[in-house]
C-alpha cells in the first residue's frame, strides 16, 4: 500500500519568513495530493491540491510542487502571518487500490509574530 | 448547510463498554470515512464506504465497526472498548475519492 512520509514534524518561521514542508510518497501510482491544514480542536482543511498532470500550483500565499520522477512533493507558504499557525498534513491518493487517501504524520508550523 | 457533523463531541467509556458515534452529512456525497488521529501518527483511516450500503475496511480496522444505512449517515461502532482505542475520532466525506470534508471530531477516553 501507500505510505507517506513528512518531514520535518514541527517548524518554527519568523512572521514574514517562507516555510516549506516536504512528503515523499511510495505507490508511483499515486495521483492526487491534497494539502491540510488543521487548527486547535478542529478538523482539517483542504487548503490546496495537485494532481499528477501538474507540476505545479498556486493559491495566494500558498503554492505546491510535485516531482513524480522523485515522488516527492512540497507545501511553500510565502509571507508568514501567525494566523498560518496550525499542523499541516500532506496526502496521497493511488489510483488502484484502497480508494482512499494516505496521510502523512503531520508538521506542526509556528509563526513568531 | 452544516457540512459534516459529528456526535458526540467528547466521551469517556470504561474497558469493555460500547459505543456508537455519529457522521452525518448534508452534501449529498457518496464517500464516507472514518479515521483516528492520535499524536505523531497523523490521521490513519479505519474504514469508509463508498456508496450507502457499502463498507471497506481500511488501515486500522480492527474492534470497529461500521454501518451505511443511509447516505447521508455513516456510524462507528465500538463493541469493547480498550484503552488503545482512546483517541480523536474525525468523519470525513467527498464527492469523488478525492477532496474530503471533515467534521470537528470526537474525543474519546476509555479508562
Known amino acids: 500500500g501507500e505510505n507517506v512520509e513528512q518531514h520535518p514534524s514541527t517548524l518554527s518561521v519568523q512572521e514574514g519568513d517562507s516555510a516549506v514542508i516536504k512528503c515523499t510518497y511510495s505507490?508511483?501510482?499515486?495521483?492526487?495530493f491534497p494539502w491540510y491544514k488543521q487548527e486547535l480542536g478542529k478538523g482539517p482543511q483542504l487548503i490546496i491540491d495537485?494532481?499528477?498532470?501538474?507540476g505545479e500550483k498556486k493559491d495566494q500565499r500558498i503554492a505546491v510542487t510535485l516531482n513524480k520522477t522523485a515522488k516527492h512533493f512540497s507545501l511553500h507558504i510565502t509571507e508568514t502571518q501567525p494566523e498560518d499557525s496550525a499542523v499541516y498534513f500532506c496526502?496521497?491518493?493511488?489510483?488502484?487500490?484502497?480508494?482512499?487517501?494516505?496521510f502523512g504524520s503531520g508538521t506542526r508550523l509556528q509563526v513568531q509574530p | 448547510n452544516a457540512g459534516v457533523t459529528q456526535t458526540p463531541k467528547f466521551r469517556v467509556l470504561k474497558t469493555g463498554q460500547s459505543m456508537t458515534l455519529l457522521c452525518a452529512q448534508d452534501?449529498?456525497?457518496?464517500?464516507m470515512y472514518w479515521y483516528r488521529q492520535d499524536p505523531g501518527m497523523g490521521l490513519r483511516l479505519i474504514h469508509y464506504?463508498?456508496?450507502?450500503?457499502?463498507?471497506a475496511k481500511g488501515e486500522v480496522p480492527d474492534g470497529y465497526n461500521v454501518s451505511r444505512l443511509k447516505k447521508q449517515n455513516f456510524l462507528l461502532g465500538l463493541e469493547s472498548a480498550a484503552p488503545s482505542q482512546t483517541s480523536v475520532y474525525f468523519c470525513?466525506?467527498?464527492?469523488?475519492?478525492?477532496?474530503?470534508?471533515f467534521g470537528p471530531g470526537t474525543r474519546l477516553l476509555v479508562l
Open positions: 452534501m449529498n456525497h457518496e464517500y
Open positions: 464506504s463508498v456508496g450507502e450500503g457499502t463498507t
Open positions: 495537485i494532481r499528477s498532470n501538474v
Open positions: 496526502a496521497a491518493k493511488g489510483d488502484t487500490g484502497r480508494r482512499a487517501l494516505t
Open positions: 505507490d508511483s501510482a499515486s495521483n492526487y
Open positions: 470525513a466525506s467527498s464527492y469523488r475519492e478525492e477532496t474530503q470534508y
